[in-house]
């Protein structure tokens, strides 16, 4: 891992780095590059803005701290059902991603599965998705074991699986019998090398060949010989996502099996290039106060991004 990263993920860590950063309105104004807003009125009003552009999918989260108690997770579980109905009433296509944590993972895991359903319930109603995010490794087993008991009632909903955690391969074929709806992405924690490879190039190796699996599974599921999966590549390395392709065509899988994710404010431009030839493509867009060590964790993944901020604080 590079220093720069090092050094940002350690920032991303800091509380009082934290508290200078959300009072400062210069660092705030920064943040709009990635962020529309800090209200979910700010994140609807850009996602509008992009769907009357080039009918892309759109996915929303509200970043969010760790939870001290279960009050707050059912806060969290109000705040995304109003979300889903400030969403079908501006009949827009939005999906939820929530982070497991957010709805009482740590505190219950009995009771995040509840308030999840609940939401998940809710999406499918709404023919939305609920997809709950991979966080940090520790929680991987909880959050399969979450998946598996939402899937089973409410199949359309979606997990993200990280490429850079060796388990992985095994985490899917674990899930494929249900006929998993999956993003899945590189990982954005600090991990050790036992458990994630630090090295780039076998991530990128590792994703390849889990989006391929994924894509076999989704030819069984259209061929009828397994439940229906959905596979996105929530990623931004467009080489990756064209060597995929090339692959899938080799290997005479669907070419349209793969939905493409990226976030609000990153390759903005490839984004509207790649939903212009056709692939389906959806951006996530993050907003609510707490934005700080998810905005850090962005500058992480590509540390010349600190130039941008410097450069946008100054001018
Ligand atoms: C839709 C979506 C959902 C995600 N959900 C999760 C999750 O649940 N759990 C999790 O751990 N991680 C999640 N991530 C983050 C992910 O793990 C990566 O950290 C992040 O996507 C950066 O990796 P990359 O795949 O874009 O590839 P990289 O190899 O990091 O980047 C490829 C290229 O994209 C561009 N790029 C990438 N990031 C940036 C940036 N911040 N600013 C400007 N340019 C950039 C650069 O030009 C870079 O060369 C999610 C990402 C997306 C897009």
């Known amino acids: 891992m590079g220093l720069g990263r090092s050094l940002l993920l350690a920032a991303a860590a800091s509380d009082g780095l934290n508290r200078f950063a959300t009072r400062s309105p210069v660092i705030r104004r920064a943040t709009r590059a990635f962020m529309p807003g800090e209200t979910p009125e700010a994140a609807l009003e850009a996602g509008r803005r992009l769907v009357e552009r080039d009918g892309r999918g759109l996915l929303f989260t509200r970043l969010g701290e760790a939870l001290t108690n279960l009050h707050e997770a059912a806060q969290v579980r109000d705040h995304y059902l109003a979300l889903l109905n400030q969403l079908e009433s501006a009949g827009l296509p939005g999906e939820i991603s929530v982070k497991p944590t957010q709805l009482g993972l740590d505190q219950s895991p009995a009771r995040c599965a509840e308030l999840a359903a609940e939401l998940a319930e809710r999406a499918q109603a709404a023919g939305s998705t609920l997809w709950l995010d991979m966080e940090d490794s520790s929680y991987v087993d909880r959050t399969l074991d979450l998946y598996e008991t939402l899937k089973d009632r409410y199949p359309g909903t979606g997990l993200a699986l990280q490429a850079y955690l060796r388990r992985t391969p095994a985490d899917l074929e674990r899930l494929a019998p249900l006929g998993p709806v999956v993003r899945l992405v590189k990982g954005a924690y600090a991990e050790p090398s036992e458990v994630a490879f630090p090295k780039k190039s076998d991530t990128d190796r590792a994703f390849r060949e889990v989006a391929l699996r994924l894509l076999e599974l989704v030819a069984d599921g259209r061929k009828g010989r397994a439940p229906t999966s959905r596979a996105v590549l929530g990623t931004h390395?467009?080489?990756?996502?064209?060597?995929?392709?090339?692959?899938?065509?080799?290997?005479?899988?669907?070419?349209?099996?793969?939905?493409?994710?990226?976030?609000?404010?990153?390759?903005?431009?490839?984004?509207?290039?790649?939903?212009?030839?056709?692939?389906?493509?959806?951006?996530?867009?993050?907003?609510?106060?707490?934005?700080?060590?998810?905005?850090?964790?962005?500058?992480?993944?590509?540390?010349?991004?600190?130039?941008?901020?410097?450069?946008s604080t100054l001018g």
């Open 237 to 311: 390395d467009l080489l990756l996502v064209g060597r995929i392709q090339a692959e899938v065509r080799e290997r005479g899988l669907p070419t349209d099996g793969f939905e493409v994710h990226m976030l609000y404010g990153i390759r903005s431009e490839q984004q509207a290039r790649l939903r212009s030839e056709g692939q389906a493509v959806s951006t996530l867009i993050s907003y609510g106060r707490d934005w700080y060590r998810w905005y850090v964790r962005r500058l992480a993944e590509r540390p010349a991004n600190v130039w941008f901020v410097v450069k």
